[in-house]
C-alpha cells in the first residue's frame, strides 16, 4: 500500500506545486508532457508486468545466481529498448506536442530532456522491481517507499519556489534516483542477491546511460537538420528515430559478450529469422 501510495503522489504533488508556485497555464502544459511520457512508460511497463509470474515461479524454483543471471540480462534487454524510447522522446516531444496540442503549449527545449531523464530514470528500476516484486521484498521497501514521497514533497517545495517547472521535474527525478533506483537495488542485493554487490548493477547502469545520452544526442542531431514542420516534419523525424538509434546500439553493443548473451536467448525463444540472426550475432548459434 506505501509503495502504491508512493507511486502514485509523484505526478499528483508536481502538478499540485505547479499550479501553486506558477499558474494553471503551466499545470496544463506540464499534465500534456507528462500523459505523453505515460503512454509511452505504460507501453514498457506491460514487459514488466508480463513477466512477473514467470520471475516469481522462477524464484521459487532456481537459485539466486540464475535469478541474478536473468535479471542481468534482461535488465540490459529493457534498458536499450528504453533507450531507444528515450532517443524518440527527446527527437518527437516538441513537434508532436505542437502538432497535437498547439505551439503555445510547448515547453523550452531545455525542459524537453528533464522529461526524457525523467522517463528513463523513471524505466531504470522496473526490471528490478519485477524482481523485488516477486521476492516478495514488501516490507523491506517500506521506509524507501515512505521516504520517497517524503523527499518529492520537500524538494517539490524547495525546488519548485526557486526554479519553478524545472525544479519540481528535478524534484522528482532526484527522489527517484536515490530513493527508487539506488536504494531500492540496495534492498534486493542485500535481501536476496546476497551473494553479490549492487554496486555491479549500479556500473552496468551507468555504461546503459552513457551510451543511450550519446546515442540520443546524436539522433536529435540528425533530427535537428530536417527544417519541415507539421506531419511531414514529424513523419521524417519518425523514420530517422526508428532507424538511427537502433542501429548505433547494434553497432556499439553488437561485439560485447552481453549482448551475445541476449541475442542467443532472446533466439532460443522467439527463433529469429536467419537474416535477423547474421546481423545480430557475431555467428550463428550451435
Same mark, same amino acid.
Given at each position: 500500500m506505501v509503495s502504491r501510495l508512493c507511486q502514485t503522489s509523484r505526478n499528483a504533488l508536481d502538478s499540485i506545486f505547479i499550479s501553486s508556485f506558477i499558474g494553471l497555464i503551466d499545470t496544463a502544459k506540464y499534465n500534456n508532457y507528462f500523459?505523453? =511520457?505515460t503512454t509511452v512508460s505504460g507501453i514498457l511497463s506491460m514487459v514488466g508486468e508480463s513477466i512477473v509470474a514467470g520471475v516469481g515461479n522462477s524464484i521459487v524454483t532456481e537459485s539466486k545466481e540464475k535469478n541474478r543471471d536473468d535479471m542481468t540480462r534482461l535488465n540490459f534487454i529493457y534498458m536499450c529498448i528504453a533507450g531507444w524510447f528515450a532517443a524518440c522522446l527527446l527527437c518527437l516531444y516538441q513537434p508532436f506536442t505542437k502538432l497535437v496540442f498547439g505551439a503555445e503549449m510547448l515547453f523550452s527545449n531545455d525542459i524537453v530532456v528533464m522529461f526524457t531523464l525523467y522517463f528513463y530514470l523513471l524505466k531504470m528500476g522496473d526490471i528490478r522491481y519485477v524482481y523485488s516484486e516477486a521476492a516478495g521484498l514488501w516490507w523491506e521497501n517500506r521506509y524507501r517507499a515512505i521516504v520517497e514521497a517524503a523527499a518529492n514533497l520537500i524538494l517539490n517545495y524547495a525546488l519548485g519556489k526557486l526554479f519553478g517547472v524545472r525544479g519540481i521535474i528535478m524534484a522528482t527525478m532526484l527522489s527517484m534516483f536515490f530513493c527508487n533506483f539506488l536504494w531500492g537495488s540496495a534492498i534486493i542485493y542485500r535481501h536476496y542477491f546476497t551473494n553479490a554487490r549492487a554496486v555491479v548493477f549500479y556500473r552496468q547502469?551507468?555504461?546503459?546511460? *552513457?551510451? !543511450? =545520452?550519446?546515442? *540520443?544526442?546524436? !539522433?536529435?542531431?540528425?533530427? /535537428? =537538420?530536417?527544417?519541415?514542420?507539421?506531419?511531414?516534419?514529424? /513523419?521524417?523525424?519518425?523514420?530517422?528515430c526508428a532507424a538511427l538509434p537502433n542501429a548505433l546500439f547494434l553497432l556499439i553493443y553488437r561485439s560485447t559478450n552481453r549482448f551475445q548473451d541476449a541475442a542467443l536467448w532472446i533466439d532460443k525463444r522467439f527463433h529469429l529469422p536467419g537474416f535477423l540472426r547474421q546481423v545480430v550475432m557475431r555467428q550463428f548459434p550451435q
Open positions: 500523459y505523453i =511520457l547502469h551507468a555504461v546503459y546511460a *552513457a551510451v !543511450t =545520452l550519446l546515442i *540520443a544526442g546524436m !539522433t536529435y542531431g540528425c533530427c /535537428s =537538420l530536417v527544417a519541415q514542420g507539421g506531419i511531414l516534419g514529424l /513523419s521524417v523525424k519518425a523514420i530517422i
